[in-house]
């Protein structure tokens, strides 16, 4: 199973509505990455979660980390076709780097 | 910015013969470098981390034989696949970073086809 869960798998919304997408860890992270990635090309780094409570935001997406360190939340506002792509979210749990499975967002002009 | 780059961007070759593949941290020093692999419409999936001056630590399942990584240096880490098969024909990618917490920051990828 896998050790970070990233929820939903999948999500197709359409243009210009809001989205959320959530990374949940069964232990405490050390910090907490969140990545975009379009098939075939690399990862594209959006941001870096590492106190509990933190919020970062980069244009219109936002993520914070709850106050355990345990959770984390993804948020897209008014979404765009250029949004679309598989989402990951990555942990350091102290020298023990894990990923999610991604989520596949689609997004419908 | 911090840029990784990572050669070739795409390298095709015959089964049984060995690839190499580079990723620098051009304008940072990089103590930590992470190998990463890809399969189509999949997660990543981490191959191995490796300390600048250190022995790779690889992921469980990952034949350490069989991947080579090497990190002589705080801006350079290579990944050598060796007898090459089809089945490790993939995508992948590296990722550099200052210090072992620290943001990562990735490589372009590089894309093998082993024919």
């Known amino acids: 199973s896998q050790e970070l869960e990233q929820s939903p798998q999948s999500l197709i919304v359409q243009e210009g509505k809001n989205l959320t997408i959530n990374c949940t860890s069964s232990?405490?992270?050390?910090?907490l990455y969140w990545y975009k990635q379009k098939y075939g090309e690399g990862l594209i780094f959006l941001m870096m979660l590492q106190k509990g409570g933190e919020e970062k935001s980069h244009e219109k997406i936002t993520a914070k980390l709850d106050e355990k360190k345990q959770q984390s939340s993804l948020h897209i506002t008014a979404s765009q076709p250029s949004h679309a792509g598989i989402y990951l979210c990555g942990a350091d749990r102290n020298n023990d780097m894990r990923f999610g499975a991604g989520t596949r967002l689609t997004v419908k002009p | 910015g911090a840029v990784v780059s990572q050669h070739p961007s795409w390298v095709i070759c015959k089964s049984g013969t060995s690839v190499k593949i580079e990723c620098r941290s051009l304008d940072f020093q990089a103590t930590t470098m992470f190998w990463y692999r890809q399969f189509p419409k999949q997660s990543l999936m981490l191959m191995a981390t490796?300390?600048?001056?250190?022995?790779?630590?690889?992921e469980q399942g990952v034949e350490k034989d069989k991947f080579l990584i090497n990190h002589a240096s705080l801006t350079l880490s290579t990944l050598t696949v060796t007898s090459a098969h089809p089945e490790d024909s993939s995508f992948y990618i590296c990722?550099?970073?200052?210090?072992?917490?620290?943001?990562?920051?990735f490589g372009p990828g590089t894309r093998l086809t082993v024919t």
């Open positions: 990722s550099a970073s200052r210090t072992r917490t620290y943001e990562q920051y």
């Open positions: 232990k405490t992270l050390y910090g």
């Open positions: 490796s300390n600048e001056g250190s022995k790779a630590t690889y």
